[in-house]
């Protein structure tokens, strides 16, 4: 089992940034590919960015390239994801899963098995 808390979210102006972590507790953080995904009100849940569990691929949304970095620290079992060039379209609440152990990356929100609460980012124009 994985348990996932999110922190960092927050109000920030259009072109500021924000870091979120994800914190996890459970064994299998370690072997596990970790994923962020967004929803904004109305809207369905959509993919932003996910790391292998040895950190050696990253993958990104479309909307998010070149902005947002997603990085580990199996260490402290936290992942991250850095927001640069916020955009009031990034307005959503943020939500860090879990896949199962050893499996690969995924866009899919079916393929997570783990969610936690989600954090709330907001960016005003």
């Known amino acids: 089992q994985v348990q996932l808390v999110e922190s960092g979210g927050g109000l920030v102006q259009a072109g500021g940034s924000l870091r979120l972590s994800c914190a996890a507790s459970g064994r299998t953080f370690k072997t596990s590919t970790m994923g962020w995904f967004r929803q904004a009100p109305g809207k369905d849940r959509e993919f932003v960015a996910a790391i292998t569990w040895s950190g050696g691929s990253v993958y990104y949304g479309d909307s998010v390239k070149g902005r947002f970095t997603i990085s580990r620290d199996n260490a402290k079992n936290t992942v991250y994801l850095q927001m640069n060039s916020l955009k009031p379209e990034d307005t959503a609440g943020y939500y860090c899963?879990?896949?199962?152990?050893?499996?690969?990356?995924?866009?899919?929100?079916?393929?997570?098995?783990?969610w936690g609460q989600g954090t709330q980012v907001t960016v005003s124009s």
């Open positions: 899963a879990a896949r199962r152990a050893y499996s690969g990356s995924s866009y899919y929100i079916k393929d997570y098995d783990y």
